[in-house]
């Protein structure tokens, strides 16, 4: 059997809606509750670690707070805190994203920056520049949280909590919820993580040995050999397969 064939079996046995389960925990189980970007934008922020401890955090948050004051969100958030991140971070990202829909959407802030050159670099880079633009706040915890602005890709982080939103709210499947239109899935780059970047050198699919966004770019061409308009469908099943140990 080819790597392409097996693949393709594999993204067949794994999109289906069980396939996400309090037995098979994965983070977007908390998004899809809500189907809003904003939410899920924060699930897949804090989308680091263990998925147990993960999970179990995103169920502590109240998302109704983004519809609240600055003041009320401070209060309500004044004792939560998850790893690298202290209440002053969380407050943050919570009041940075009640702000921004005071005014506009993520969608049109990420859609207008990325259309003109069908980049998703450009689209993260206008998101989390407005982010902190609408809510100045400068920590360890926070930058990690949010990231940085991107302006090059060999030794660059892979972005794999923004990338993974993206594949949540652009495709739409028994997996991801699809809540974009304005962006093409051709376009997507793999959220690179540990089992994806693994799998991707034992099967071949990968040849760059830097943990990197280079490294994301190539393994996104790869993908694009077997799917050219929907490279991202075999995402899912590659992380599965790396963190159940099968390949």
Request: charged share 25%; glycine share 4%.
């Amino acid at each position: 059997m080819s790597i392409k064939a097996r693949l393709d079996a594999e993204v067949v046995k794994r999109n289906k809606s069980d396939e996400v389960s309090s037995e098979k925990l994965d983070p977007i189980i908390v998004a899809k509750r809500y189907n809003d970007a904003n939410i899920a934008l924060i699930c897949a922020l804090f989308s680091y670690g263990n998925v147990t401890q993960i999970v179990k955090f995103l169920d502590s948050l109240d998302f109704s707070l983004l519809q609240k004051s600055d003041e009320e969100i401070a209060k309500a958030l004044q004792n939560h805190y998850y790893r690298f991140q202290k209440s002053e971070d969380i407050i943050a990202l919570f009041i940075a994203l009640k702000r921004l829909n005071a005014v506009t959407t993520l969608e049109d802030v990420f859609v207008e920056n990325y259309t003109p050159k069908r980049s998703v670099i450009d689209g993260l880079n206008a998101l989390i520049s407005r982010l902190r633009e609408l809510y100045p706040h400068n920590s360890r915890g926070y930058t990690f949280l949010l990231g940085n602005v991107t302006t090059k890709r060999k030794g660059a982080g892979a972005l794999k909590r923004w990338m993974m939103f993206l594949r949540w709210v652009v495709r739409k499947d028994n997996i991801d919820m699809g809540l974009w239109s304005g962006v093409n899935k051709a376009d997507l780059i793999i959220p690179l993580d540990t089992h994806t970047f693994n799998v991707g050198l034992r099967l071949g699919l990968l040849k760059r040995k830097t943990y990197d966004l280079e490294a994301a770019f190539e393994l996104t061409q790869t993908l694009k050999s077997f799917d050219a308009e929907d490279p991202l469908k075999y995402d899912f099943a590659l992380y599965r397969l790396g963190q159940e140990g099968l390949a």
